[in-house]
């Protein structure tokens, strides 16, 4: 039971990670430089519509950053996570751990 409001871990969970989309995005660019689209909606086994919302929204919070190019004539977008989205995911898994943590 947590009887400190500051310690409770529940508040650092950060509302931007709640989706289980943008957890795995956020999870796969963390272990990766970059990744692309067409990777990234492979590993997720999502539709590009809801991979392109799940982005956005990633992209708007400053967690992410997308960049735009081609190889050869077909356009490629990666994506790379900030140094904002790090810090923020860490204190996010920090958060999630401490909560399990304190069940056991």
């Known amino acids: ?8 871990p529940i ?8 989706n289980r989309i943008r957890l795995g995005i956020m999870s796969a660019l963390m272990v990766n430089d970059e990744i692309n689209f ?14 392109a919302s799940h982005i956005k929204g990633l992209e708007e919070s400053g967690y992410i950053e997308v960049q735009k190019g081609f190889i050869g004539r077909k356009t490629n977008t990666t994506y790379k996570v900030t140094t904002e989205g790090k810090l923020a995911f860490n204190k996010h898994l920090t958060a999630l751990e401490q909560m399990i943590n304190s069940t056991k």
Do not use: P, R, S
């Open 11 to 18: 508040l650092h969970l950060n509302k931007v990670f709640d």
């Open 1 to 8: 039971m947590f009887y400190n409001k500051a310690m409770n």
């Open 38 to 51: 067409n990777d990234l909606k492979e590993l997720l086994q999502i539709t590009d519509g809801n991979l």
